[in-house]
């Protein structure tokens, strides 16, 4: 059994900071990859951020220059910083790991619960 838990979603003002953390548990072979998406009310879920087992990111373009993600191998934890942010970055972020658990042959993506991470006046 593997489980993604979020944790760091708020309220904060336009400008102001945040950083989410996402920590990985359970029967783990190995992570391949592990990233950020988001889904604002009323929109589908988009890609946000991702980071692979050699340190690889990429971001959407809507994030570029503000947000980073980082990862921490030997806690299985991926985090995101996000500055300078805007209304429109109001959305529940979601954790996603592409991993191997110990019970499965191949890799498959597991996704967190979510946190909401709201940003307004």
């Known amino acids: 059994q593997v489980q993604l838990v979020e944790s760091g979603g708020d309220l904060v003002q336009p400008g102001g900071s945040l950083r989410l953390s996402c920590a990985a548990s359970?029967?783990?072979?190995?992570?391949?990859?592990m990233g950020w998406y988001r889904q604002a009310p009323g929109k589908e879920r988009e890609f946000v951020a991702t980071i692979r087992s050699g340190s690889t990111t990429n971001y959407a373009d809507s994030v570029k220059g503000r947000f980073t993600i980082s990862r921490d191998n030997a806690k299985n934890t991926v985090y995101l910083q996000m500055n300078n942010l805007k209304p429109e970055d109001t959305a529940v972020y979601y954790c996603n790991a592409n991993l191997r658990s110990t019970s499965s042959l191949i890799a498959l993506e597991y996704w967190g619960q979510g946190t909401q991470v709201t940003v307004s006046s």
């Open positions: 359970g029967s783990i072979f190995r992570i391949n990859a």
